[in-house]
């Protein structure tokens, strides 16, 4: 039994009656009262404070085409692999910024991020980086297992559309055609023995309505059968991409802002513990207001290219067409202004303490660091204090 049964049988429940019914049209009058018990259900839960994190992206790297990426297999884009000292270099940038939760990015590719790749990066930047997630190609529940033994914490996996029809016109070629496959990962990643999941959808690949509900059922079902986890959701919109950087919104699936912040106070009415995710994808205003209503988790001076922070990776690129590597007439020398191609383009891009200066001032307090392996540590714990003989 996993959510993927759950799924094709369809059906609801009270809590997803509830959601549904909370993402309806609603009067700005409704809108503010959903807004109002938001803001306190979150202040209840979470105080005034705000964790910041950043991705670091370590190759662009991919075997899967998806219609909608940057990194799509067929795109003639220039690529890199960071080798483990650059992703050190990139993390200690990172780090002198005040980040110490970084969550580590790589497009599907068995050839570059495998053979231990990803858990030698983990164990370089682990001694100073506490808190690590991935967020890479699904794998079984023991190669997760792994991940978590070196020191991995989180994982993020976005379905990308829950709408299945549209997923198999959507990913053409590679591993990721397999639609249940990518359903069941957030369940292996809880066997595999992750602290931290984080599930969501790519908005504006299908119908807005469709896809949050679909979200909400997954997430109903995660915390009834993965419930030593704690999870967090996303919504990001869809943004210009390498193949497409003049992209508009289909207007049949836009989620617009309005409707953008009515779900982030519905995912938290009906789910008071998930921790809610907005990144740099959206506008700084929108993150600037979303901030007293729901959001839990802010990404901030993200890079969404290899070696996109300091430049490193710059002597390795090369372009790949249709999956083939070509090698560049002219290699960049380390560190060069020619970089690897972005996945997708940013909105916000403020330096990060920009955003710690506007949470300041309304009130919050930028949380950089909420875990250290130590808390594990046996010595530490407090001792059985045997009862008083009488």
Known sequence: MSF???????????LLRKFEQL?????????ESMAACSQATTRRHYGKTMRLFAPLYVSNECINNCTYCGFSRDNAILRTTLTIEQVVIEAKYLHRLGFRNILLVAGEHPKFVSDGYLQACIDAIKGFIPTIGIEVGPMEDDQ????????AEGLV???ETYDRETYGKLHTAGPKKNFDWRLKCPERAYAGGFRRIGIGALFGLANWKTEARALAAHLEYLYKHCWKASF????PRMRPYAGNYQYQPNPDFFLNDRQFVQLVCAFRICFPHVGIVVSTREPAALRDALVPLGVTHMSAESQTDPGGYTGAGTEDLHLTVKGKRVELEDKPACGGSKRATEQFTIDDKRAVQQIASMLKNQGYESVWKDWDLEILNPALQTPHRPKLQV
């Open 23 to 31: 993402i309806e049209p609603k009067s700005r009058e409704q809108l």
């Open 4 to 14: 993927v049964d759950t799924f094709n049988a369809g059906g609801t429940s009270p």
């Open 144 to 151: 997760y297992g792994e991940l978590v033994q070196h020191g």
């Open 157 to 159: 996996v976005y379905q």
């Open 232 to 235: 967090t959701i996303s919504f």
